[in-house]
């Protein structure tokens, strides 16, 4: 079983400041990464994902994020952020043997201040 | 493309009463599609998994006989919340998945836009 740890329920930033939202993990196995992004009443849009191979991981808006094995992380950044990131991020896991269910974090609430 | 649809958006019903959701692929056939339910301010919450053809895979805890999950065809899934009460008024969200969009490497999720439920 897998578990997903976003330990910042809200994070206030300026506009055209950087953001990183952070994500911790716990598996038994292997796992595939996953950052997920919510605008208002709307489902989720993939932002980007870990598979294998380099560990920094380019996705869609300027979004990064880095998987780092060790510390079980997978943190979610952008070096500069704009109005328009406003939003709810989900980080999830799913194992790598098969099982498609993606087990979620709690979110992170993205405000950009003007 | 990977794109999927939910309908309706939003729905108000009475307690007592049964709506349906309806999740479909629209530019794709979906081997394995996902039913979520999200309350206000969290996360989501995997209730069942249904696989074309065949019978639903429900979460611990989620009440099969109240959540109902036909999977008839490779582009549409529907969920019937019956005899509904206000307790499971929530966001509704649909995912679906096909190995080969991945080029066979993963199941990657493509989610709807979600049904707001709302039972008085």
């Known amino acids: 079983a897998q578990s997903v740890t976003q330990l910042d329920s809200q994070v206030p930033v300026f506009e055209e400041a950087p953001v990183e939202l952070r994500c911790n993990y716990s598996s038994s196995v292997s796992v595939y990464l996953f950052w997920y992004v919510q605008y208002p009443n709307q489902g989720l849009q993939l932002l980007l994902k870990?598979?294998?191979?380099?560990?920094l991981v380019k996705g869609i808006n300027g979004f990064e994020a880095e998987f780092n094995k060790s510390q079980t992380s997978f943190h979610l950044r952008k070096p500069s952020v704009h109005i328009s990131d406003t939003a709810e991020y989900f980080c999830a896991v799913s194992d790598r043997f098969g099982n498609e269910k993606l087990t979620f974090g709690t979110g992170t609430r993205l405000t950009i201040i003007p | 493309g990977a794109v999927v649809s939910q309908h309706p958006s939003w729905v108000i019903c009475k307690s007592g009463t049964s709506v349906k959701i309806e999740c479909r692929s629209l530019?794709?056939?979906?081997?394995?599609m996902f039913w979520y339910r999200q309350f206000p301010k969290q996360s989501l919450m995997l209730m069942a998994t249904s696989n074309e053809g065949s019978k639903a895979t429900y979460e611990q805890g989620v009440e099969k006989d109240k959540f109902l999950i036909n999977h008839a065809s490779l582009t549409l899934s529907t969920l019937t919340v019956t005899s509904a009460h206000p307790e499971d008024s929530s966001f509704y969200i649909c995912?679906?998945?096909?190995?080969?969009?991945?080029?066979?490497?993963?199941?990657?999720?493509?989610f709807g836009p979600g049904t707001r439920l709302t039972v008085t």
């Open positions: 995912s679906a998945s096909n190995l080969g969009l991945a080029g066979g490497k993963f199941y990657e999720q493509y």
């Open positions: 870990y598979l294998s191979g380099s560990t």
């Open positions: 530019d794709f056939q979906a081997t394995t």
